[in-house]
């Protein structure tokens, strides 16, 4: 039986909604804006006005985590539909999440841009803030792109990208910007770190190893899971180390040496990598035994 497309409209609201997913956990805090170090006037974190992104130099890997999540979140809608989606539907569905990000990252850029102290300092990091944001659009229009429309090896990679933010993503809800850490909070951030692992493995065991595309794909995401984390954490605690913002250059030399500390240590890079084949590699004869058992004809 032919299933009916979808409306347009519906189209729409898929893309809106998995955007505002994405934004999920910092929706859930308020939308207050962080504490600014160049902040024009004093003011307590209360005083912050809203904005739709959290504009800080201690949220440059939060911000591609929701925007990116929220993309993938509407790929892999986009691509399970498949023939139910009207013409050009997945085109809308794109726009609705773009129109999303843009939106978010406009208005909080305005905010931030109208708060801050008149400085030198200040348009460095306002200019930085705008390119962190152009950049994390770009990354989740990418992701949606890939696992949306792209080969099954070019929607692997997209599907990895947006596993390495579903983990930023999960964080986030789990210990919110501004929360206060508990046991519970840290240890459930002690399991989520897997989370990328566990749904990078998903997509192997989906997509298979079978062309040399997809073992570069397989490759790829393994190389994403090992330099990924490493990468988040430099980045987090160059940009968090407040002492360094007004001196660009030390701040991206301290980085290099986190990344390149956290990049080079086995312990922590190969579990998650392991986990992610094994996962993998489990789906892959799962969905062999499945295929070979409904090709046995039954006997009465």
Same mark, same amino acid.
């Given at each position: 039986m032919r299933r009916s497309r979808l409306r347009r409209t519906s189209c729409l609201l898929i893309g809106? +909604? !998995?955007?505002?997913?994405?934004?999920?956990?910092w929706l859930m805090t308020g939308t207050r804006l962080p504490l600014q170090d160049l902040w024009d006037t004093p003011a307590a974190p209360g005083d912050m006005p809203i904005a739709l992104l959290p504009l800080h130099q201690t949220a440059t890997t939060l911000i591609p985590g929701l925007l990116v999540s929220g993309a993938a979140i509407a790929g892999l809608v986009t691509r399970a539909l498949g023939a139910q989606l009207p013409r050009r539907g997945s085109t809308l569905i794109v726009l609705a999440v773009l129109l999303v990000h843009a939106g978010a990252g406009a208005q909080a850029c305005v905010v931030v841009a109208r708060g801050l102290e008149e400085s030198d300092a200040a348009t460095s990091y306002l200019?930085?803030?705008? +390119? !962190?944001?152009a950049i994390a659009t770009a990354m989740a229009l990418t992701t949606l792109l890939l696992i949306a429309k792209a080969p099954v090896a070019g929607a692997m990679l997209g599907l990895s990208a947006g596993a390495l933010a579903a983990g930023i993503w999960l964080n986030a809800l789990v210990l919110p910007p501004g929360a206060d850490q508990s046991e519970a909070t840290m240890a459930l951030l002690g399991l989520s770190r897997w989370l990328p692992a566990i749904l990078i493995g998903l997509a192997i065991g989906w997509g298979g190893a079978g062309t040399i595309g997809r073992v570069v794909a397989v490759l790829g995401g393994s190389v994403i899971l090992w330099v990924g984390p490493a990468a988040i954490t430099a980045v987090s605690s160059a940009t968090g180390a407040h002492g360094l913002l007004r001196d660009p250059a030390e701040m991206l030399q301290y980085g290099l040496e986190v990344f390149r500390a956290a990049v080079t240590m086995p312990g922590l890079a190969v579990p998650p990598v392991l986990l992610a084949l094994f996962?993998?590699?489990i789906v892959v004869l799962v969905r062999a035994h499945s295929r070979s058992a409904s090709a046995t004809p039954s006997h009465a």
């Open positions: 809106l +909604a !998995a955007a505002a997913v994405g934004l999920l956990p200019t930085a803030l705008v +390119a !962190a944001v996962v993998g590699a």
